[in-house]
């Protein structure tokens, strides 16, 4: 199993920035990719960036040019640099891991708790 450790996140200014970071953890589970997904109220939880074990990013449209995914793979550890922040951009941010099992190879994924982000304009 993986353990998915969240922070960062709180209340940010319109056209400011905040950060989120999310440690995995889980000596049975090979970790291919690490991401963020959001929700907002009322709305269906959506991908905001991604990136594979080998730093491959891929943005939302929405995100594109103002967040910035990195990764250290040797610490399993993802994070979302969040700058020109808008009103749009408040919503719970979850943390994903997707992977497969050491052992069998079966493919294994899990949602961190959320953070929450706000955005105050």
């Known amino acids: 199993q993986l353990q998915l450790v969240e922070s960062g996140g709180g209340l940010g200014l319109a056209g400011g920035s905040l950060s989120l970071s999310c440690a995995a953890s889980?000596?049975?589970?090979?970790?291919?990719?690490l991401g963020w997904y959001r929700q907002a109220p009322g709305k269906q939880r959506e991908l905001v960036a991604t990136i594979t074990s080998r730093g491959v990013p891929n943005y939302a449209d929405s995100v594109k040019g103002r967040f910035t995914i990195s990764i250290n793979s040797a610490k399993n550890t993802v994070f979302l640099q969040m700058n020109s922040l808008k009103p749009e951009d408040a919503a719970v941010y979850y943390c994903?891991?997707?992977?497969?099992?050491?052992?069998?190879?079966?493919?294994?994924?899990?949602w961190g708790q959320g953070t929450q982000v706000t955005v105050s304009s």
């Open positions: 994903h891991a997707e992977g497969s099992q050491y052992y069998s190879g079966t493919y294994y994924a899990q």
């Open positions: 889980g000596s049975t589970i090979i970790i291919n990719r």
